[in-house]
């Protein structure tokens, strides 16, 4: 277990360890003030590289020093009220005999990973004999396996939602947008981290007692993959937006079309029938008014109507 010389047995109680040889692990949920002193402290962190943990607001980055590697890494977390994706920073700092994990809370793989490490002894020796750098391999590659749930789910939605566009009963632009959103977060996530898991193949060399290239290999292969995917699924939802905008103006246009259709056929007996109200008001009433007028007016109604309908069959209207 890892201790403070100069205040033993004081560890944060929201800080968990594992040692097995001459490594530590040390994983911290949630860093607050005490956590930042016991680290600066203990392995004489950089208090800005503490700062930066702390603060949740950072690029993803890598900071290089000669006892230790500083990393900053990005993880998109489903908000299933909001139904989109959520940033969530976590940090690692790394060095030849400790890898020190600090992460804002629930953080499955890592979670997964850890407790494995804690109740075998077979995993410890397998994650931990090859190295800090070997083991931080191992969170990410567990991160990187966990992600693709997350994209299945993002790939159902889309054809969910790729059935629901071309249905005239259904409006998807709600839909359309929260998961256009969510994609847009997801490759703010991931793009960033596939250019640094490039940076970070090269820095962990000293770090491990392995030669690591290979491992990186498969791991810059799933992260392509999960790239590509979303740049897929972002250009199918940009067609489906199309669409459904398309579709939506012809549903409306359509409606207006039968809206004037409907005119046509009642403003004629709105104008004759009020020119015929007229006429027997100022000419004596009814009883004054010729029995056939009435029948002329119909028939001057069904040729307007014709003509209104007529005209607007020409134009292509109805």
Known sequence: MVTNEKNPGKKPLNMKTITWGDLTWVDIIQPTEE?????????????????????????????????????????????????????????????????????????????????????????RKEHFSQGSGYLLYQILDGTLDAYFPVLDKIMSLTDDIEDNVFSERVEEAEELSVLRRDIITQRRVMFPTRTLLVELEKKLKRFSKIDLALYFSDLMDHMNKICETLDEVTDIIEVFKDADYLLSSYRANRGIRAQ??????ILPFLIILGLYGAYSLFYGGTN???????????????????????????????
């Open 35 to 123: 956590v930042t002193k016991y680290l600066i402290e203990t392995f004489n962190f950089h208090p800005m590289d503490i700062e930066d943990s702390l603060s949740l607001r950072q690029l993803s980055k890598i900071e290089e020093y000669p006892q230790y590697l500083f990393v900053i890494f990005h993880l998109p977390i489903y908000d299933k009220v909001r139904r989109v994706s959520i940033r969530k920073q976590w940090s690692v700092f790394l060095g030849d005999k400790f890898l020190v994990t600090l992460r804002p809370g629930v953080f499955e793989p890592l979670d997964e990973l850890f407790h494995e490490c804690e109740i075998s002894e077979e995993v």
């Open 260 to 265: 004037v259709v409907m005119l046509a056929l």
């Open 288 to 318: 004054q008014t010729s029995p056939y007028l009435f029948f002329v007016l119909l028939a001057i109604v069904i040729v307007i109507t014709g003509a209104v309908l007529y005209f607007l069959r020409r134009r292509h209207l109805i």
